[in-house]
């Protein structure tokens, strides 16, 4: 199951570029992409050897970005895709009145920037939502190297076909979700994506916050809360705070497979 954000929803609060403060940039990458832990969620899944090595031969830049801090606008002109080292970051979306309206979540081994592909320019805003760390990777450069390897331009596509796949199966399945089916459907979504980076897949903390999760989902903030409430009432989850335990997986599978069969 993968999730994106629904065709519409409610936002949260404006959006106030003003608080972004400079990125940091570190030394080129000591860890290369050929003995990364995360190259089989990220760019070189799928490649043969020859082909890693020629990322490896690329030297991609690291650069930190701080909880808070913007690593591209929307409308920003297109250079580079970004690969999540480390971290989370929300992807986001800027409405005709100037609220933010959270298109999706983005950790570890998952690309960023790939929707400024089409017309040169991002056509999203990605915010770190915690301390986080991310490969960034010269768009001209894998392109020139994607001429003289099909298994590079093969990745290129699997990973944008990907996000393509992640927009439609949210915006089929909220069509119809009541507020307990889309946030059993978001933890689940959650709880696979952290076990397959060797995360407990039942008990975690959320980076984003219910109004973001709100934004993302098409529910009301009050809704988020009161359907928190409901599944601990339930025995369900544990909550404390941002601090999830699922409790009964099985339970919260059946609430979304309830809808999807």
Do not use: W
């Amino acid at each position: 199951m993968s999730l994106a954000h629904p065709s519409a929803g409610t936002a949260s609060q404006p959006l106030n570029f003003s608080k972004t403060l400079p990125i940091k940039a570190i030394p080129p990458l000591t860890t290369h992409c050929s003995n990364c832990n995360l190259r089989d969620l990220c760019l070189p899944c799928g490649m043969k050897p020859a082909d890693v090595d020629g990322l490896d031969d690329l030297h991609f830049s690291r650069t930190k970005v701080k909880a808070g801090q913007a690593l591209y606008h929307e409308g920003q002109a297109f250079r580079n895709i970004y690969a999540v080292r480390m971290g989370t970051f929300k992807s986001s979306l800027t409405l005709a009145d100037g609220r933010e309206q959270v298109s999706g979540f983005r950790m570890a081994g998952e690309l960023m920037g790939l929707d400024g592909i089409a017309n040169g320019a991002y056509a999203s805003n990605s915010t770190a939502l915690e301390d986080t760390e991310v490969c960034t990777i010269p768009y001209d450069q894998i392109s020139a190297l994607a001429t003289n390897s099909t298994d590079l331009q093969q990745a290129v596509s699997r990973l944008m076909s990907r996000e393509i796949v992640r927009e439609h199966s949210l915006m089929m399945l909220l069509g119809s979700m009541n507020a307990e089916e889309r946030l059993a459907a978001f933890l689940l979504n959650l709880s696979q994506r952290l076990k397959l980076r060797g995360y407990s897949p039942s008990e975690f903390h959320l980076r984003m916050s219910r109004a973001e999760i709100g934004s993302y989902l098409g529910m009301k903030l009050e809704t988020v809360s009161r359907t928190f409430s409901a599944f601990q009432q339930q025995g369900i989850l544990e909550v404390d705070k941002r601090h999830i335990r699922i409790l009964d997986a099985a339970a919260l599978t059946s609430v979304f497979e309830a809808r999807v069969h």
